[in-house]
């Protein structure tokens, strides 16, 4: 086994204490040196052989001493910690070389989690997709949709991916997986100033393989108590965190789903044919789209219960909304439903049918590294 | 005068769903009152996406963006003017459409839509209003002011009961009379593995009416803009509409011809 031999540089007096206290308690961790000067770190603390370095982000100068600690000390691992976690000063960080950033004073668990959970291939930063889910209506499919999506994603690539459930009053995300979550997006919203990464990872619930739920409100009242801000910092966090990160959000245009169609890199219009006046609602919701200058690059539309589910069905839906359709989706519904009441997943019931291979389709879309344009369906 | 002054009934449908029938059914509502001869006003507050112009094929020259407008003018001029008519053989009531503009959706202050509806159901019988799905400021009002709440559900999956379970729960904290808030089921023979037995006892109460499911004749009421009630097609679903409209106004329905004399309509539209 590793040890896991940590060198503490800490500039403030008191924290210097607190966190040795909490370094010391934590099993598997030794605390093998530390410093409030990070000049006598840097000259003293080799012939303690740390290999995680925890390292305060709050002192002045901290972007080439993070450089000189990286030559002085190739092989371990370093953590920022700072009083708050920053998008722009974290990613700086990481950039610079550090593994992660770290919010003070940590508990155990994180201080753990930032070691452990965080040796995993290097996730995107830069380059995470964000998506926004946003449907005009309720009853889009889109809880469906993004579950799968999420799963498919994973499969294909082997990248992390991470699902928000924003849907604030009724969202179903925990319940397509079967999940009873400890701590959800309330939690998670409450806690952003003290959170990062690292911490916002555990308020996060593993589904599968490299794919994560932040769990919705537990009642409608709740909603308040989600602010936007918070909202925005925790879709910041969850880009360094994942490579892929889908958002759930409630239906129309209403505070949260406009923020998070702002922070998102593609932003799908789900709706579901019900032969209604479906149509006419999504070219309303175009229109608002359509104020950002390149909408025809970040609005996608992604059509539900579409039967027959054919390219040339595709092709007529195009037609008629005058805006292309990135992908559609056959009804499944009492698949989708028989499913669901299990609090298990379509895809996983019936891997060929139809409604996979649409998914497949789409997260194959999502993954491809260059965009094309070809309507291969 | 005073004895022309009537406050009357707000029916507001709402539910935790959507498309759960509440634009359907409020349409029907509205119709069937409009048919008994009670002056009857529907008011669409699905702000951003209502459908009722829609599914009754209205072309509104005024919406709720003018009303509020009106209000807020404090002008004294009577908003009737400012409605839209709906009217199809000899039965007609009066629409509050849905802003035109997404951007005026968004925007409407909920006080001042309430301020509207005050004023206005100080005219009708009945003030019908169609809502979105969701504990919203706006429909949260909505429930204060109403007379009856109808909060319609469907037997469709669990997450979608669950969320019934959850509304309800949320209704009842709320703490208005028993009988303000009544629970009506739609489409409950849909296609469907649950039970209704189960969902009645997940919610913890019975339903106090039920509609059936029946998919082909809403299709074509939405698709002819004509509602159920005024199409002369007596399905099964079109007697449970009339009677849920019965159980609300106390008594049992009429089955003869609309009245068409000297409705409080003639006497405005002369
Ligand atoms: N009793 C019913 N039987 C069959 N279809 C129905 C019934 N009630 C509503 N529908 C259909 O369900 C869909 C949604 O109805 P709608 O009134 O728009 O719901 P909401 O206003 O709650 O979103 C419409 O296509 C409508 O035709
Ligand atoms: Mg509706």
Same mark, same amino acid.
């Given at each position: 086994?590793?040890?896991?031999?940590?060198?503490?540089?800490?500039?403030?007096?008191?924290?210097?204490?607190? +966190?040795?206290?909490?370094?010391?308690?934590?099993?598997?961790?030794?605390?093998?040196?530390?410093?409030?000067?990070?000049?006598?770190?840097?000259?003293?603390?080799?012939?303690?052989?740390?290999?995680?370095?925890? +390292?305060? *982000?709050?002192?002045?100068?901290?972007?080439?001493?993070?450089?000189?600690?990286?030559?002085? !000390?190739?092989?371990?691992?370093? &953590?920022?910690?700072?009083?708050?976690?920053?998008?722009?000063?974290?990613?700086?960080?990481?950039?610079?070389?550090?593994?992660?950033?770290?919010?003070?004073?940590?508990?155990?668990?994180?201080?753990?989690?930032?070691?452990?959970?965080?040796?995993?291939?290097?996730?995107?930063?830069?380059? *995470?997709?964000?998506?926004?889910?946003?449907?005009?209506?309720?009853?889009?499919?889109?809880?469906?949709?993004?579950?799968?999506?999420?799963?498919? &994603?994973?499969?294909?690539?082997?990248?992390?991916?991470?699902?928000?459930? *924003?849907?604030?009053?009724?969202?179903?995300?925990?319940? $397509?997986?079967?999940?009873?979550?400890?701590?959800?997006?309330?939690?998670?919203?409450?806690?952003?100033?003290? +959170?990062?990464?690292?911490?916002?990872?555990? !308020?996060?619930?593993?589904?599968?393989?490299?794919?994560?739920?932040?769990?919705?409100?537990?009642?409608?009242?709740?909603?308040?108590?989600?602010?936007?801000?918070?909202?925005?910092?925790?879709?910041?966090?969850?880009?360094?965190? $994942?490579? %892929?990160? +889908?958002?759930?959000?409630?239906?129309?245009?209403?505070?949260?789903?406009?923020?998070?169609?702002?922070?998102?890199?593609?932003? !799908?219009?789900?709706?579901?044919?019900?032969?209604?006046?479906?149509?006419?609602?999504?070219?309303?919701?175009?229109?608002?789209?359509?104020?950002?200058?390149?909408?025809?690059?970040?609005?996608?539309?992604?059509?539900?219960?579409?039967?027959?589910?054919?390219?040339?069905?595709?092709?007529?839906?195009?037609?008629?909304?005058? %805006?292309?359709?990135?992908?559609? &989706?056959?009804?499944? !519904?009492?698949?989708?439903?028989?499913?669901?009441?299990?609090?298990?997943?379509?895809?996983?019931?019936?891997?060929?049918?139809?409604?996979?291979?649409?998914?497949? %389709?789409?997260?194959?879309?999502?993954?491809?590294?260059?965009?094309?344009?070809?309507?291969?369906? | 005068?005073?004895?022309?002054?009537?406050?009357?009934?707000?029916?507001?449908? #709402?539910?935790?769903?959507? /498309?759960?029938?509440?634009?359907?059914?409020?349409? @029907?509502?509205? =119709?069937?009152?409009?048919?008994?001869?009670?002056?009857?006003?529907? /008011?669409? #507050?699905?702000?951003?996406?209502?459908?009722?112009?829609?599914?009754?094929?209205?072309?509104?020259?005024?919406?709720?963006?003018?009303?509020?407008?009106?209000?807020?003018?404090?002008?004294?001029?009577?908003?009737?003017?400012?409605?839209?008519?709906?009217?199809?053989?000899?039965? =007609?009531?009066?629409?509050?459409?849905?802003?035109?503009?997404?951007?005026?959706?968004?925007?409407?202050?909920?006080?001042?839509?309430?301020?509207?509806?005050?004023?206005?159901?100080?005219?009708?019988?009945?003030?019908?209003?169609?809502?979105?799905?969701?504990?919203?400021?706006?429909?949260?009002?909505?429930?204060?002011?109403?007379?009856?709440?109808? #909060?319609?559900?469907?037997?469709?999956?669990?997450?979608?009961?669950?969320?019934?379970?959850?509304?309800?729960?949320?209704?009842?904290?709320?703490?208005?009379?028993?009988?303000?808030?009544?629970?009506?089921? @739609?489409?409950?023979?849909?296609?469907?593995?649950?039970?209704?037995?189960?969902?009645?006892?997940?919610?913890?109460?019975?339903?106090?009416?039920?509609?059936?499911?029946?998919?082909? =004749?809403?299709?074509?009421?939405?698709?002819?803009?004509?509602?159920?009630?005024?199409?002369?097609?007596? =399905?099964?679903?079109?007697?449970?509409?009339?009677?849920?409209?019965?159980?609300?106004?106390?008594?049992?329905?009429?089955?003869?011809?609309?009245?068409?004399?000297?409705?409080?309509?003639?006497?405005?539209?002369?």
């Amino acid at each position: 086994m590793i040890n896991n031999n940590v060198m503490l540089v800490e500039g403030n007096r008191l924290y210097l204490e607190q +966190l040795s206290n909490i370094i010391r308690e934590t099993e598997t961790v030794t605390l093998v040196a530390r410093f409030r000067d990070a000049k006598d770190a840097l000259g003293q603390g080799m012939v303690f052989t740390p290999n995680i370095i925890l +390292l305060d *982000a709050d002192t002045p100068n901290i972007m080439n001493l993070l450089e000189e600690f990286h030559q002085a !000390y190739p092989h371990a691992d370093i &953590i920022c910690t700072g009083e708050k976690w920053s998008a722009e000063s974290s990613s700086l960080y990481v950039n610079a070389g550090a593994k992660c950033f770290l919010v003070k004073p940590f508990s155990s668990e994180e201080l753990l989690d930032a070691i452990f959970a965080f040796s995993k291939p290097a996730t995107g930063g830069k380059d *995470a997709k964000v998506m926004t889910f946003f449907s005009p209506k309720g009853k889009s499919g889109k809880t469906t949709l993004i579950a799968n999506l999420a799963m498919a &994603i994973s499969r294909k690539t082997n990248a992390s991916v991470g699902i928000i459930d *924003a849907d604030l009053q009724f969202g179903d995300m925990a319940f $397509f997986f079967n999940l009873k979550p400890q701590s959800t997006i309330v939690e998670a919203a409450r806690d952003t100033d003290f +959170l990062s990464p690292v911490s916002l990872n555990s !308020y996060f619930v593993p589904v599968a393989k490299n794919v994560s739920i932040l769990c919705g409100t537990k009642e409608p009242s709740l909603i308040d108590k989600v602010s936007i801000h918070s909202l925005e910092t925790i879709i910041d966090m969850a880009r360094t965190m $994942f490579q %892929y990160v +889908l958002i759930d959000v409630p239906a129309g245009f209403n505070p949260t789903s406009i923020a998070a169609a702002e922070m998102a890199d593609t932003t !799908y219009i789900v709706t579901m044919l019900n032969g209604g006046y479906e149509v006419q609602h999504i070219q309303r919701s175009l229109d608002i789209f359509s104020t950002w200058p390149d909408y025809r690059e970040r609005v996608k539309i992604i059509l539900t219960r579409v039967e027959p589910c054919t390219i040339t069905a595709k092709q007529e839906m195009e037609e008629i909304i005058g %805006y292309p359709v990135a992908g559609i &989706i056959p009804n499944a !519904y009492l698949d989708v439903a028989t499913a669901a009441d299990d609090g298990r997943m379509a895809l996983d019931l019936k891997p060929n049918s139809p409604l996979s291979q649409r998914i497949n %389709y789409l997260a194959g879309k999502i993954t491809k590294k260059k965009q094309d344009n070809d309507d291969d369906f | 005068m005073a004895e022309e002054q009537i406050n009357g009934v707000i029916i507001t449908f #709402f539910s935790t769903a959507s /498309a759960v029938g509440k634009t359907l059914i409020s349409i @029907n509502m509205a =119709s069937e009152l409009a048919r008994e001869g009670y002056s009857v006003c529907l /008011a669409d #507050f699905d702000l951003q996406f209502g459908d009722i112009r829609n599914y009754l094929r209205l072309t509104p020259e005024y919406t709720i963006t003018d009303l509020c407008d009106s209000i807020k003018a404090d002008s004294g001029n009577s908003l009737m003017p400012m409605l839209t008519t709906y009217a199809y053989e000899g039965v =007609s009531f009066q629409v509050i459409p849905n802003p035109t503009k997404l951007e005026e959706a968004y925007n409407l202050s909920p006080e001042t839509i309430i301020d509207v509806l005050k004023n206005l159901r100080m005219q009708y019988d009945y003030i019908i209003v169609d809502t979105t799905s969701m504990f919203s400021v706006l429909n949260l009002a909505l429930l204060d002011i109403s007379t009856i709440v109808t #909060f319609l559900g469907i037997v469709d999956f669990i997450p979608t009961i669950k969320n019934m379970k959850i509304g309800n729960e949320t209704l009842h904290t709320l703490n208005y009379d028993s009988n303000k808030i009544r629970l009506v089921l @739609n489409r409950s023979d849909s296609k469907t593995h649950i039970q209704l037995k189960d969902v009645v006892s997940i919610l913890g109460e019975d339903f106090y009416h039920i509609l059936h499911n029946d998919f082909i =004749s809403a299709r074509e009421s939405i698709a002819t803009g004509i509602p159920l009630v005024l199409n002369g097609q007596e =399905s099964e679903l079109t007697q449970e509409l009339r009677a849920l409209v019965a159980r609300y106004t106390n008594k049992g329905y009429k089955t003869m011809e609309p009245q068409k004399k000297n409705s409080w309509l003639s006497k405005i539209f002369s």
